[in-house]
């Protein structure tokens, strides 16, 4: 209580580092140590002296809390020393050692706290070093013993597996249970220099897994010093509205003379951490590794008695992978769950299944996240065969080598379980429902809470399925009610699944089932807000063969979604965008959904159909009497890109690799530029056909000569964090590349460190942001915001749907000193390289940049330098998360396609560069483009849009 008000009234400040005081000390081996060398948790037993005088320290310079010298002391660490058995004494000791220094100097004004460490332990669980229920017992004994010792609060810190962290906050709350006290619990993970936790987690991801556990605060350790901290305590001030907490190291050590030595001086970490406190409203701040007595006064000056600064956090429902946050509300779309690692929804995989063909079952799992899958369901129930054994066989694959989120689709309780102890990230359950009134229910509620998972309530109770809009609807009231106040479960924790039935079997009963669904979906939408609307989509065709049911499932999804749908399980693959269905066959979809009588039965008009539809289909013509020209083209709309290579074979007789890309390929980007932006085609699709196109293009950069000579210059493009999109972005990579330039094209999702590293790693010339969400032109903003504090100067083009010059112009450029430009499509990033090079960059206000901008940066910064890191087991082989690392593409001259793209430039995402203070003929061209009227209207169609 004492602390909790402490915290209501100001900034409490941390102790310092422990370890590195402790090696300091110099005790001696055999009676302090009792030849336990790198054992301090034995001290608390030999030397409590010792310990409270290190603690003493830290009071008496000002510090609120000091925290236990037990960050071994998890009971399968102190096995390595032959401690175990001790553990309960040893946390006991610690905490009591330090309650003795807090006593002697607390006063009624200024309390001081004692906090229970708890460190991440040896073994990795999310690399299956160490089962969790072995995990759990060992993470209990230690907190068991910090609580009968008297703790204020629990610290987990220094987190580098995710799963170890939920492990560790699970084992504290059942301590606390069986101690019966209540004290509060605090999270501190380590993001290391590469931008995620050791096992590969970013805060984001980090920060949903945790979310649930509804910690005390969520904050950073260790790892690094202050400055590398930065854009994640940022990233962790917008999504975590609860408090937070830093205690970083003192820099990043450098080794002299074989000794780790810790750069940062008192000052400077006061002063970090006080922006911190002021700008991102941290709570809890103090040291880590390298840190002294000192460093702490300096740290409570500057501090003081203030008070977090304002916070506006916006916490979104997510779930997440040991990689990555998925948000449960897509911005641009609707959550897509694949539907096809399901041993009752797929041939194939039952096969894989059947065979023990682990690798083809991530192989699958990879393929549907490549179609666009942001989550995988993943059901292992198959007559015959122990599904709890195929869960864990399956899911310990895909954590670590699939990025995408899972949901855990089965009806055993156990299995459940099974599965949720393996994955570091935030699932889903599939699902919870009413049949068996709450004995389902109080099974697998529990589970949900404890394991911090997101879960499905199916609208089905004692009388069976509800089938009627208003039994849906009471139902799903009933769930909620349940679920948050029986169980505990956020409410923005639940996706309603009013489960719709086939409405093809002929049955008079089931034809307006599909009806009712779409109308309990808008109900549930509009009764319930905060939760979500999933359905498993493919089940309302049941029984029709399967052209017809792809023309059904994606009609029906297009009307679900008009009526508030958020989440389906499907097979992205099988669903046609709308615009390419034939309209006859659209219509007639739509009758049947409708139960439309007005000209006849519409089910058998549907299927009749689909008896002619073969044949109307097939006339399409075949793939191989199409003009070449059209064939690719069809291949680009379509998305199709299996194959593509025969064709290009056939294109390569008769024409140049180059022309192929200028004349053909793009001619089908400009016709999905054009469907995207009537509204014709969605998101999805325009994503594969820029895959194809991607990969069309790969194969013929191998027909192409190489340019020879050297590189006429570099530039670093990314999409921003938190964004995935890049279409637009990999344009700019395909023309800049092809004329000359070397490209580093990082790929998605790319915090500003990264982006920086690689502009100084490659020494480029300009840096690429791209993005098309609303959000990532924030994001933006603060990337700019921060190179600007960091000094650098390196020209900055920015791109995507949702920006606007004015955005960039007056809103960002004055916070950035370095040149700034709006690209509008993919040729601006073209326009830029060739100023840069020629040293005519100009922008479009404000004064010409200086002749010969080509700075080099200097590197710096970890590896190389003699830079070494702090002592925890770095001996470990992280599982590589299947990300596409950084890519140098080769440097082809292809001059005309840069006057090809600038006629066919109508692509909403392609980058355009600001024609305004260009000079002659290119400037006038662009005004000129600018002012077609048919371009302004494709323009303003998309921002509204968005
Ligand atoms: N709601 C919730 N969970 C669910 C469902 C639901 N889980 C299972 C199911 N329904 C959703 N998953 C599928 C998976 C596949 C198919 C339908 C639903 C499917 N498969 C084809 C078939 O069976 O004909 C393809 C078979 C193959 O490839 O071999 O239709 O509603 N919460």
């Not at 002391?73 to 175990?84: C, I, N």
């Not at 990795?124 to 089962?131: A, K, V």
């Not at 697998?444 to 404890?450: A, E, F, K, Q, S």
Request: glycine residues 8%.
């Amino acid at each position: 209580m004492a602390l909790l008000e402490a915290l209501e009234r100001r900034v409490l400040i941390l102790d310092g580092a422990m370890g590195t005081r402790i090696h300091a000390l110099e005790l001696d081996l055999e009676r302090d140590y009792q030849h336990r060398e790198n054992c301090p948790e034995v001290l608390n037993l030999t030397r409590p002296d010792a310990i409270e005088e290190l603690h003493r320290e830290y009071l008496e310079v000002g510090c609120d809390i000091v925290s236990t010298n037990t960050l071994g002391g998890a009971s399968h660490v102190l096995r390595e020393f032959d401690l175990e058995d001790r553990t309960r004494e040893v946390n006991r000791r610690a905490a009591e050692i330090g309650q003795t220094a807090a006593r002697a100097l607390s006063t009624p004004e200024r309390p001081r706290f004692v906090f229970g460490s708890i460190g991440p332990g040896t073994k990795l669980p999310s690399l299956g070093q160490i089962e969790f229920e072995a995990l759990l017992a060992s993470y209990r004994e230690q907190a068991i013993g910090l609580l009968e010792g008297g703790v204020d609060a629990l610290l987990i810190e220094t987190c580098y597996d995710i799963l170890q962290a939920k492990g560790a906050l699970i084992a504290s709350q059942e301590a606390l249970a069986e101690v019966r006290t209540r004290v509060p619990i605090l999270v501190s993970v380590t993001i290391e220099t590469t931008g995620t936790m050791l096992v590969g987690t970013d805060i984001e991801a980090a920060v949903t897994a945790l979310g649930p556990y509804e910690p005390l605060s969520i904050g950073l350790n260790c790892g690094t010093g202050p400055h590398e901290m930065r854009t994640h305590i940022h990233a962790l001030s917008e999504l975590w509205p609860g408090r937070i907490s830093v205690h970083p190291n003192a820099g990043l050590p450098l080794v002299v003379e074989g000794r780790a030595h810790y750069p940062l001086r008192p000052e400077e970490l006061a002063q970090a951490l006080r922006e911190f406190v002021d700008r991102e409203g941290a709570s809890i701040v103090g040291g880590c590794c390298g840190t002294t007595p000192e460093h702490l006064r300096a740290v409570v000056e500057a501090i003081g008695d203030r008070v977090p600064g304002p916070r506006s956090a916006r916490p979104e429902p997510s779930v997440s992978s040991l990689f990555q946050r998925v948000a449960l509300r897509q911005e641009t779309s609707f959550l897509i769950v694949g539907e096809r690692t399901n041993a009752n929804g797929s041939r194939r995989f039952r096969g894989l299944l059947a065979k023990e063909d682990w690798d083809g079952i991530v192989q699958m799992a990879r393929e549907q996240i490549r179609e666009g899958s942001h989550v995988l369901d993943v059901c292992t129930a198959y007559v015959g065969r122990d599904e709890l054994r195929d869960m864990e066989a399956v899911i310990s694959r895909l954590r670590g080598q699939a990025t995408a989120p899972l949901m855990i689709d089965s009806t055993e309780p156990p299995v459940i379980e099974r599965a949720l102890q393996l994955v570091g990230g935030k699932c889903a359950v599939n699902s919870i429902n009413l049949e068996d009134g709450l004995d389902r229910m109080d099974q697998i509620c529990p589970l949900v809470r404890r394991y911090g998972a997101a879960v499905v309530a199916l609208t089905i109770d004692e009388q069976g399925m509800a089938k009627t809009a208003d039994r849906k609807v009471e139902i799903a009231r009933r769930l909620l009610e349940l679920a948050t106040e029986r169980y505990g479960i956020r409410a923005s924790d639940i996706l309603f699944d009013p489960l719709t039935f086939t409405i093809c079997t002929g049955n008079e009963e089931d034809r307006r089932l599909g009806l009712e669904t779409l109308e309990a979906i808008e109900r549930i939408r509009d009764g319930f807000p905060e939760s979500h609307v999933l359905l498993g989509l493919s089940n309302i065709s049941f029984g029709l063969k399967p052209p017809a049911r792809r023309v059904l499932n994606s009609v029906y999804l297009q009307e679900a979604r008009k009526r508030g749908l958020t989440a389906a399980i499907v097979h992205v693959g099988g669903i046609l965008p709308v615009h390419r269905i034939p309209e006859e066959q659209a219509k007639a979809a739509l009758r049947l959904i409708y139960d439309d009588r007005s000209s006849g039965d519409p089910l058998l008009q549907f299927v009749e159909l689909f008896r002619d539809a073969e044949a109307l289909v097939r006339p399409r013509p075949a793939e191989e009497d199409l003009p070449i020209e059209e064939a690719l083209a069809r291949r680009i709309v379509e998305g199709e890109k299996s194959g593509i290579e025969k064709l290009l074979d056939r294109a390569l007789e008769t024409r140049e690799p180059v022309r192929i890309i200028n004349e053909i390929l793009l001619e089908g980007m400009k016709t999905v530029g054009e469907l995207f932006g009537s509204g014709e085609m969605q998101l999805p699709f325009v994503l594969q056909s820029a895959e194809t196109m991607k990969h069309a293009v790969a194969y013929l950069e191998s027909f192409m000569e190489d340019a020879g000579g050297p590189s006429k210059g570099t530039i670093v493009l990314a999409t921003v964090k938190g964004d995935v999109h890049d279409i637009g972005k990999n344009l700019v990579d395909i023309i800049v590349s092809n004329n000359g330039y070397t490209v580093v094209n990082l790929g998605i999702r790319q915090p500003i460190d990264a982006i920086l590293a690689a502009w100084r790693e490659h020494g480029a010339d300009a840096i690429g942001l791209s993005g098309l969400l609303v959000k990532s032109t924030q994001v933006m903003r603060d990337n700019l915001v921060q190179m600007e504090e960091e000094g650098i100067d390196v020209p900055v083009i920015l791109g995507g749907a949702a920006l606007t010059r004015r955005y960039v112009e007056q809103d960002l450029r004055p916070l950035y000193g370095g040149p700034l430009l709006y690209g509008k499509d993919a040729f601006a990033g073209l326009h830029v390289m060739n100023q840069l090079v020629e040293g005519e960059l100009e922008e479009s206000t404000g004064p010409p940049a200086p002749r010969a901008p080509r700075r080099r940066p200097v590197s710096k910064g970890p590896g190389g330098d003699g830079t070494a890191r702090s002592d925890v087991e770095r001996n470990i082989e992280p599982p590589k998360p299947p990300f596409w690392g950084a890519r140098v593409v080769e440097e082809i001259p292809v001059r005309e396609v840069y006057a090809y793209i600038n006629e066919t430039a109508l692509f909403r995402t392609q980058w355009q560069f600001r024609p305004g203070k260009l000079k002659g003929p290119e400037y006038r061209k662009l005004v000129d483009e600018e002012a077609r009227p048919e371009r302004a209207r494709v323009e303003r169609e998309c921002i509204e849009q968005e």
